[in-house]
Protein backbone atom coordinates (compact mmCIF):
# COMPACT_ATOMS: atom_id res chain seq x y z
CA UNK A 1 0.00 0.00 0.00
CA UNK A 2 1.41 3.55 -1.46
CA UNK A 3 0.79 5.99 1.91
CA UNK A 4 0.83 10.31 1.33
CA UNK A 5 2.91 10.22 4.99
CA UNK A 6 4.66 7.44 6.55
CA UNK A 7 5.49 8.17 10.35
CA UNK A 8 7.96 5.59 11.23
CA UNK A 9 9.37 3.96 14.96
CA UNK A 10 7.42 6.82 16.92
CA UNK A 11 6.34 6.00 20.78
CA UNK A 12 2.73 6.41 21.39
CA UNK A 13 1.82 7.98 24.50
CA UNK A 14 0.39 4.04 25.82
CA UNK A 15 4.22 2.87 25.51
CA UNK A 16 3.52 1.08 21.91
CA UNK A 17 6.39 1.50 19.21
CA UNK A 18 4.27 1.91 16.22
CA UNK A 19 4.45 2.81 12.67
CA UNK A 20 1.55 5.49 11.36
CA UNK A 21 0.60 5.67 7.65
CA UNK A 22 -1.94 8.26 6.04
CA UNK A 23 -3.27 9.07 2.82
CA UNK A 24 -5.07 11.56 2.35
CA UNK A 25 -6.66 13.33 5.30
CA UNK A 26 -7.09 10.42 7.33
CA UNK A 27 -4.64 7.98 9.46
CA UNK A 28 -4.93 4.70 7.45
CA UNK A 29 -2.70 2.16 9.54
CA UNK A 30 -1.33 2.27 12.77
CA UNK A 31 1.23 -1.03 13.09
CA UNK A 32 4.17 -2.27 14.93
CA UNK A 33 5.72 -1.99 11.42
CA UNK A 34 4.60 -1.03 8.09
CA UNK A 35 6.18 -2.00 4.98
CA UNK A 36 4.65 0.86 1.74
CA UNK A 37 5.39 3.06 -0.08
CA UNK A 38 5.08 6.39 0.95
CA UNK A 39 5.38 9.89 -0.94
CA UNK A 40 7.16 11.14 2.61
CA UNK A 41 8.59 9.06 5.08
CA UNK A 42 9.22 10.71 8.76
CA UNK A 43 11.24 9.18 11.12
CA UNK A 44 9.75 9.31 14.33
CA UNK A 45 12.25 6.59 16.31
CA UNK A 46 12.90 7.69 20.12
CA UNK A 47 10.35 10.60 20.38
CA UNK A 48 6.47 10.10 21.66
CA UNK A 49 3.44 10.64 18.65
CA UNK A 50 0.88 11.93 20.09
CA UNK A 51 -2.72 13.17 19.35
CA UNK A 52 -2.87 17.17 18.92
CA UNK A 53 -3.04 19.18 21.85
CA UNK A 54 -6.52 20.71 22.29
CA UNK A 55 -7.41 23.80 24.44
CA UNK A 56 -11.46 23.61 25.68
CA UNK A 57 -11.03 27.43 26.83
CA UNK A 58 -9.60 30.60 25.35
CA UNK A 59 -10.09 33.85 24.46
CA UNK A 60 -8.99 34.62 21.37
CA UNK A 61 -10.93 37.76 20.90
CA UNK A 62 -8.40 39.55 23.85
CA UNK A 63 -5.20 37.00 23.23
CA UNK A 64 -1.85 39.51 22.24
CA UNK A 65 -3.77 42.43 23.26
CA UNK A 66 -1.93 42.96 26.50
CA UNK A 67 -0.32 46.59 27.21
CA UNK A 68 -3.61 47.81 25.27
CA UNK A 69 -4.07 50.85 26.31
CA UNK A 70 -2.86 49.77 29.44
CA UNK A 71 -1.90 46.89 31.14
CA UNK A 72 -3.74 45.31 34.47
CA UNK A 73 -1.73 47.29 37.35
CA UNK A 74 -3.60 44.76 40.30
CA UNK A 75 -3.51 41.74 38.26
CA UNK A 76 -6.70 41.22 39.76
CA UNK A 77 -9.77 39.86 37.75
CA UNK A 78 -12.01 42.77 37.99
CA UNK A 79 -10.01 45.18 36.48
CA UNK A 80 -8.98 42.85 33.85
CA UNK A 81 -12.96 43.14 32.94
CA UNK A 82 -12.92 47.08 33.23
CA UNK A 83 -9.63 46.82 31.25
CA UNK A 84 -11.23 44.85 28.82
CA UNK A 85 -14.14 47.13 28.82
CA UNK A 86 -11.66 50.30 27.90
CA UNK A 87 -9.72 47.97 25.26
CA UNK A 88 -13.23 47.31 23.43
CA UNK A 89 -14.25 50.61 21.77
CA UNK A 90 -10.95 50.69 20.39
CA UNK A 91 -11.21 47.39 18.74
CA UNK A 92 -10.93 47.08 15.22
CA UNK A 93 -11.80 44.05 13.20
CA UNK A 94 -8.56 43.89 11.30
CA UNK A 95 -6.82 44.40 14.44
CA UNK A 96 -8.95 41.46 16.32
CA UNK A 97 -8.20 39.25 13.41
CA UNK A 98 -4.47 39.57 12.94
CA UNK A 99 -4.12 39.14 16.38
CA UNK A 100 -6.21 36.08 16.39
CA UNK A 101 -4.26 34.38 13.41
CA UNK A 102 -0.95 34.99 14.98
CA UNK A 103 -2.06 32.81 17.98
CA UNK A 104 -2.77 30.10 15.63
CA UNK A 105 0.24 30.12 13.95
CA UNK A 106 2.08 30.17 17.48
CA UNK A 107 -0.50 27.36 18.16
CA UNK A 108 -0.05 25.51 15.44
CA UNK A 109 3.92 25.79 16.30
CA UNK A 110 3.19 23.86 19.60
CA UNK A 111 0.50 20.90 18.17
CA UNK A 112 -2.49 23.05 19.50
CA UNK A 113 -4.92 22.15 16.48
CA UNK A 114 -8.06 22.19 18.33
CA UNK A 115 -9.38 25.18 20.34
CA UNK A 116 -12.51 26.42 21.97
CA UNK A 117 -12.91 30.01 22.16
CA UNK A 118 -15.60 32.20 23.82
CA UNK A 119 -16.00 35.71 22.30
CA UNK A 120 -17.70 38.65 23.59
CA UNK A 121 -21.16 39.17 22.95
CA UNK A 122 -22.19 42.45 24.89
CA UNK A 123 -20.47 44.65 22.15
CA UNK A 124 -23.10 46.01 20.18
CA UNK A 125 -21.03 46.05 17.06
CA UNK A 126 -20.61 42.47 17.65
CA UNK A 127 -16.94 43.20 15.56
CA UNK A 128 -14.81 40.48 17.62
CA UNK A 129 -17.70 37.76 16.84
CA UNK A 130 -17.34 39.10 13.17
CA UNK A 131 -13.49 38.90 13.16
CA UNK A 132 -13.52 35.42 14.47
CA UNK A 133 -16.10 33.99 12.02
CA UNK A 134 -13.92 35.03 9.62
CA UNK A 135 -10.70 33.33 11.53
CA UNK A 136 -12.40 30.01 12.16
CA UNK A 137 -12.94 29.84 8.43
CA UNK A 138 -9.26 31.04 7.67
CA UNK A 139 -8.11 28.30 9.83
CA UNK A 140 -10.29 25.47 8.84
CA UNK A 141 -7.19 24.05 7.12
CA UNK A 142 -5.64 23.29 9.92
CA UNK A 143 -7.18 24.20 13.10
CA UNK A 144 -10.79 23.77 14.58
CA UNK A 145 -11.70 26.33 16.04
CA UNK A 146 -15.33 26.50 18.13
CA UNK A 147 -16.60 30.03 19.02
CA UNK A 148 -18.58 30.30 22.59
CA UNK A 149 -20.85 33.14 22.71
CA UNK A 150 -19.81 35.23 25.75
CA UNK A 151 -21.97 38.15 27.58
CA UNK A 152 -18.59 38.79 29.31
CA UNK A 153 -20.31 41.93 31.36
CA UNK A 154 -23.47 39.53 32.02
CA UNK A 155 -26.49 37.90 30.17
CA UNK A 156 -28.69 40.57 32.82
CA UNK A 157 -26.17 43.30 33.77
CA UNK A 158 -24.70 44.56 30.43
CA UNK A 159 -27.78 46.70 28.56
CA UNK A 160 -28.38 44.82 25.39
CA UNK A 161 -26.15 41.39 26.01
CA UNK A 162 -29.38 39.38 26.11
CA UNK A 163 -30.28 40.39 22.35
CA UNK A 164 -27.09 40.13 21.18
CA UNK A 165 -25.86 36.91 22.46
CA UNK A 166 -28.79 35.47 20.73
CA UNK A 167 -27.80 37.91 17.64
CA UNK A 168 -23.99 36.32 17.82
CA UNK A 169 -25.58 32.88 17.90
CA UNK A 170 -27.84 33.73 14.12
CA UNK A 171 -24.56 34.82 12.95
CA UNK A 172 -23.36 31.21 13.40
CA UNK A 173 -21.25 31.39 16.97
CA UNK A 174 -21.91 27.10 17.97
CA UNK A 175 -21.89 27.16 21.86
CA UNK A 176 -23.40 28.92 24.17
CA UNK A 177 -21.93 30.94 27.15
CA UNK A 178 -22.48 32.52 30.05
CA UNK A 179 -20.85 34.32 33.51
CA UNK A 180 -23.64 33.71 36.33
CA UNK A 181 -21.58 34.42 39.06
CA UNK A 182 -21.00 38.32 37.50
CA UNK A 183 -24.76 38.94 36.94
CA UNK A 184 -26.23 41.08 40.27
CA UNK A 185 -27.33 38.79 42.14
CA UNK A 186 -27.31 35.18 42.69
CA UNK A 187 -30.96 35.22 41.64
CA UNK A 188 -30.06 36.92 38.49
CA UNK A 189 -27.07 34.67 37.80
CA UNK A 190 -29.49 31.37 38.37
CA UNK A 191 -32.56 32.91 35.95
CA UNK A 192 -29.34 33.43 33.46
CA UNK A 193 -27.99 30.01 33.67
CA UNK A 194 -31.75 28.34 33.15
CA UNK A 195 -32.23 31.14 29.83
CA UNK A 196 -28.97 30.29 28.25
CA UNK A 197 -29.47 26.41 29.02
CA UNK A 198 -33.14 26.61 27.61
CA UNK A 199 -31.76 28.84 24.24
CA UNK A 200 -28.70 26.28 23.83
CA UNK A 201 -32.02 23.39 24.07
CA UNK A 202 -34.06 25.24 21.63
CA UNK A 203 -30.92 25.57 18.99
CA UNK A 204 -29.31 21.84 19.47
CA UNK A 205 -26.38 23.68 20.84
CA UNK A 206 -23.51 22.89 23.21
CA UNK A 207 -23.41 24.75 26.59
CA UNK A 208 -20.18 25.97 27.74
CA UNK A 209 -20.32 28.93 31.22
CA UNK A 210 -17.61 30.99 33.24
CA UNK A 211 -19.03 29.75 36.25
CA UNK A 212 -18.48 30.54 39.71
CA UNK A 213 -14.69 31.63 38.95
CA UNK A 214 -14.64 33.15 42.67
CA UNK A 215 -13.63 32.46 45.90
CA UNK A 216 -17.00 33.02 47.65
CA UNK A 217 -18.11 29.69 48.78
CA UNK A 218 -21.50 30.27 47.69
CA UNK A 219 -21.66 31.24 44.62
CA UNK A 220 -23.11 28.00 43.78
CA UNK A 221 -24.28 28.24 40.19
CA UNK A 222 -22.76 24.96 38.89
CA UNK A 223 -25.56 23.31 41.01
CA UNK A 224 -28.26 24.74 38.75
CA UNK A 225 -26.02 24.39 35.49
CA UNK A 226 -26.29 20.85 36.34
CA UNK A 227 -29.77 20.88 37.36
CA UNK A 228 -30.48 22.45 33.99
CA UNK A 229 -28.79 20.15 32.27
CA UNK A 230 -30.69 17.15 33.58
CA UNK A 231 -34.11 18.95 33.43
CA UNK A 232 -33.08 19.78 29.43
CA UNK A 233 -31.38 16.39 28.53
CA UNK A 234 -28.42 17.94 27.56
CA UNK A 235 -26.60 14.87 29.56
CA UNK A 236 -22.91 15.27 27.69
CA UNK A 237 -23.49 18.76 25.66
CA UNK A 238 -22.45 21.03 28.86
CA UNK A 239 -19.01 22.19 30.57
CA UNK A 240 -18.77 24.02 33.73
CA UNK A 241 -15.70 26.26 32.88
CA UNK A 242 -13.44 27.44 36.33
CA UNK A 243 -14.99 26.07 39.44
CA UNK A 244 -13.34 28.26 41.40
CA UNK A 245 -15.62 28.67 44.33
CA UNK A 246 -15.56 24.92 44.81
CA UNK A 247 -12.20 25.06 46.40
CA UNK A 248 -13.38 26.97 49.58
CA UNK A 249 -16.61 25.23 49.46
CA UNK A 250 -17.96 23.48 52.47
CA UNK A 251 -16.51 20.24 52.52
CA UNK A 252 -20.58 18.40 52.72
CA UNK A 253 -22.06 20.68 50.06
CA UNK A 254 -19.24 19.56 47.43
CA UNK A 255 -20.16 15.19 48.97
CA UNK A 256 -23.71 16.23 47.31
CA UNK A 257 -23.19 18.82 44.22
CA UNK A 258 -20.03 16.24 43.00
CA UNK A 259 -22.45 13.15 42.30
CA UNK A 260 -25.07 15.95 41.04
CA UNK A 261 -22.55 16.78 38.32
CA UNK A 262 -21.03 13.53 37.55
CA UNK A 263 -24.90 12.41 36.70
CA UNK A 264 -25.70 15.10 34.88
CA UNK A 265 -22.82 14.48 32.74
CA UNK A 266 -21.44 17.99 32.98
CA UNK A 267 -17.75 17.92 31.85
CA UNK A 268 -15.72 20.57 33.68
CA UNK A 269 -12.75 22.51 32.64
CA UNK A 270 -10.53 24.08 35.39
CA UNK A 271 -8.05 26.63 34.07
CA UNK A 272 -4.75 26.10 35.99
CA UNK A 273 -2.28 29.16 35.06
CA UNK A 274 -5.05 31.55 35.40
CA UNK A 275 -6.90 30.52 38.46
CA UNK A 276 -3.45 30.25 40.46
CA UNK A 277 -3.07 33.71 39.24
CA UNK A 278 -6.45 35.34 40.12
CA UNK A 279 -7.77 33.86 43.05
CA UNK A 280 -7.15 34.11 46.63
CA UNK A 281 -6.36 37.71 46.24
CA UNK A 282 -8.41 38.77 48.96
CA UNK A 283 -6.38 36.62 50.94
CA UNK A 284 -3.79 37.13 53.65
CA UNK A 285 -2.40 33.67 54.50
CA UNK A 286 -2.90 31.33 54.17
CA UNK A 287 -3.89 32.11 50.30
CA UNK A 288 -5.57 29.25 48.76
CA UNK A 289 -4.62 28.02 45.54
CA UNK A 290 -8.32 28.88 44.13
CA UNK A 291 -8.54 26.08 41.60
CA UNK A 292 -11.36 23.33 41.97
CA UNK A 293 -11.21 20.02 43.12
CA UNK A 294 -9.88 18.05 40.11
CA UNK A 295 -8.99 14.60 42.13
CA UNK A 296 -11.75 14.11 43.94
CA UNK A 297 -14.03 14.94 40.47
CA UNK A 298 -11.85 12.37 38.67
CA UNK A 299 -12.99 10.16 41.70
CA UNK A 300 -16.54 10.74 40.62
CA UNK A 301 -15.83 9.89 37.38
CA UNK A 302 -16.56 13.51 36.02
CA UNK A 303 -14.79 14.41 32.89
CA UNK A 304 -12.78 16.99 33.46
CA UNK A 305 -9.93 18.70 30.81
CA UNK A 306 -7.29 21.47 31.30
CA UNK A 307 -7.72 24.68 29.85
CA UNK A 308 -5.36 28.08 28.55
CA UNK A 309 -7.99 30.50 29.23
CA UNK A 310 -5.40 33.63 28.56
CA UNK A 311 -2.52 34.47 26.40
CA UNK A 312 -0.35 38.29 26.58
CA UNK A 313 -4.60 39.83 27.40
CA UNK A 314 -5.64 42.12 30.07
CA UNK A 315 -6.04 39.07 32.20
CA UNK A 316 -2.47 37.31 32.03
CA UNK A 317 0.56 39.00 30.90
CA UNK A 318 2.28 35.65 30.19
CA UNK A 319 1.20 32.60 27.96
CA UNK A 320 2.88 30.49 24.94
CA UNK A 321 0.29 28.60 23.40
CA UNK A 322 1.50 25.19 24.92
CA UNK A 323 -0.87 23.11 26.68
CA UNK A 324 1.92 21.43 28.30
CA UNK A 325 2.53 24.29 30.57
CA UNK A 326 -0.93 24.15 31.30
CA UNK A 327 -0.78 20.80 32.17
CA UNK A 328 2.41 20.64 34.32
CA UNK A 329 0.53 23.84 36.25
CA UNK A 330 -2.74 21.66 36.69
CA UNK A 331 -0.68 18.60 38.23
CA UNK A 332 0.99 21.01 40.52
CA UNK A 333 -1.71 22.76 41.58
CA UNK A 334 -3.67 19.70 42.14
CA UNK A 335 -0.91 17.33 43.22
CA UNK A 336 -1.09 15.06 40.90
CA UNK A 337 2.14 13.39 40.77
CA UNK A 338 1.67 9.61 40.73
CA UNK A 339 3.03 8.54 37.53
CA UNK A 340 -0.76 7.62 36.36
CA UNK A 341 -2.14 10.90 37.84
CA UNK A 342 0.69 12.49 35.54
CA UNK A 343 -0.21 10.29 32.16
CA UNK A 344 -3.58 11.37 33.29
CA UNK A 345 -2.61 15.12 32.94
CA UNK A 346 -1.23 14.54 29.00
CA UNK A 347 -4.15 12.75 28.20
CA UNK A 348 -6.19 15.56 29.39
CA UNK A 349 -4.61 18.33 27.56
CA UNK A 350 -4.99 15.64 24.56
CA UNK A 351 -7.84 13.14 24.21
CA UNK A 352 -10.10 14.08 26.74
CA UNK A 353 -9.94 18.05 25.75
CA UNK A 354 -11.09 16.94 22.55
CA UNK A 355 -14.16 14.71 23.69
CA UNK A 356 -15.54 17.68 25.89
CA UNK A 357 -15.28 19.47 22.39
CA UNK A 358 -17.31 16.86 20.79
CA UNK A 359 -14.27 16.14 17.90
CA UNK A 360 -14.74 12.66 17.59
CA UNK A 361 -12.30 12.87 14.77
CA UNK A 362 -9.40 13.22 16.74
CA UNK A 363 -7.22 10.36 17.97
CA UNK A 364 -4.28 7.81 17.20
CA UNK A 365 -6.73 5.43 15.64
CA UNK A 366 -7.20 4.04 12.26
CA UNK A 367 -10.14 6.54 10.28
CA UNK A 368 -9.34 9.08 11.90
CA UNK A 369 -8.40 12.34 11.08
CA UNK A 370 -4.40 12.45 10.41
CA UNK A 371 -3.70 15.31 13.11
CA UNK A 372 -0.69 14.24 15.02
CA UNK A 373 2.29 15.84 16.81
CA UNK A 374 6.07 14.18 17.04
CA UNK A 375 7.21 15.97 20.46
CA UNK A 376 11.71 15.38 21.10
CA UNK A 377 10.54 13.18 24.56
CA UNK A 378 10.27 10.03 25.67
CA UNK A 379 7.05 9.47 26.88
CA UNK A 380 4.29 11.88 28.03
CA UNK A 381 5.48 12.59 31.50
CA UNK A 382 8.75 13.35 30.10
CA UNK A 383 6.73 15.86 27.78
CA UNK A 384 5.27 17.38 30.56
CA UNK A 385 8.46 17.81 32.33
CA UNK A 386 10.63 19.29 29.57
CA UNK A 387 7.78 21.00 27.61
CA UNK A 388 10.29 20.28 24.69
CA UNK A 389 10.13 20.94 20.96
CA UNK A 390 6.97 19.74 18.62
CA UNK A 391 9.31 18.37 15.87
CA UNK A 392 6.83 17.61 13.91
CA UNK A 393 2.85 18.96 13.47
CA UNK A 394 0.45 16.81 10.93
CA UNK A 395 -2.95 18.75 10.65
CA UNK A 396 -5.66 17.09 8.67
CA UNK A 397 -3.09 14.94 6.48
CA UNK A 398 -0.39 17.92 5.89
CA UNK A 399 2.90 18.43 7.72
CA UNK A 400 1.94 22.49 9.12
CA UNK A 401 4.54 22.60 11.51
CA UNK A 402 8.29 21.50 11.50
CA UNK A 403 11.66 22.21 13.71
CA UNK A 404 14.78 20.97 14.28
CA UNK A 405 15.89 18.75 17.11
CA UNK A 406 18.45 21.04 18.90
CA UNK A 407 20.32 19.67 22.11
CA UNK A 408 22.79 21.55 23.71
CA UNK A 409 26.52 21.57 23.16
CA UNK A 410 28.90 21.09 26.25
CA UNK A 411 32.20 22.38 26.09
CA UNK A 412 33.74 20.79 29.50
CA UNK A 413 35.92 18.43 29.27
CA UNK A 414 35.64 14.86 30.29
CA UNK A 415 31.66 15.14 30.14
CA UNK A 416 29.53 14.45 27.01
CA UNK A 417 29.55 16.60 23.95
CA UNK A 418 25.88 17.45 23.98
CA UNK A 419 22.94 16.92 26.63
CA UNK A 420 18.97 17.01 26.04
CA UNK A 421 17.87 16.54 29.72
CA UNK A 422 16.06 13.62 28.61
CA UNK A 423 16.18 11.27 31.35
CA UNK A 424 15.40 6.77 31.06
CA UNK A 425 13.18 5.70 34.10
CA UNK A 426 13.94 2.60 35.65
CA UNK A 427 11.78 -0.25 34.30
ZN1 LIG B 1 -12.33 32.40 30.39
Redesign the pocket.
Known amino acids: MAFDILVKGGTLPDGRIADIGVSGDQITAIEPRIEGEAVRVIDATGNLVSPPFVDP?F?MDATLSYGIPRINASGLLLEGIALWGELKPLLTHEAVKSRALAYCDWAVSMGLLAIRT?VDTCDDRLLAVEALIDVRREVAPYIDLQLVAFPQDGLYRSPNARENTIRALDMGVDIVGGIPHFERTMADGRRSVTELCEIAAERGLMVDM?CD?TDDPLSRQIEQLAYETQRLGLQGRVAG??LTSMHSMDNYYVSKLLPLIAEAQVSVIP?PL?NIMLQGRHDTYPKRRGMTRVPEMLKHGIRVGWGQ??VLDPWYSLGTADMLDVAIMGLHVAQMSSPDDMRRCFDMVTNVNAAIMGLDHLGLETGKSASLVIIDAGDPIEAIRLRPDRLCVISKGKVVAEKTRRDTSLSIPGRPETINRRHRLPN
Open positions: HHHHESHNIDC
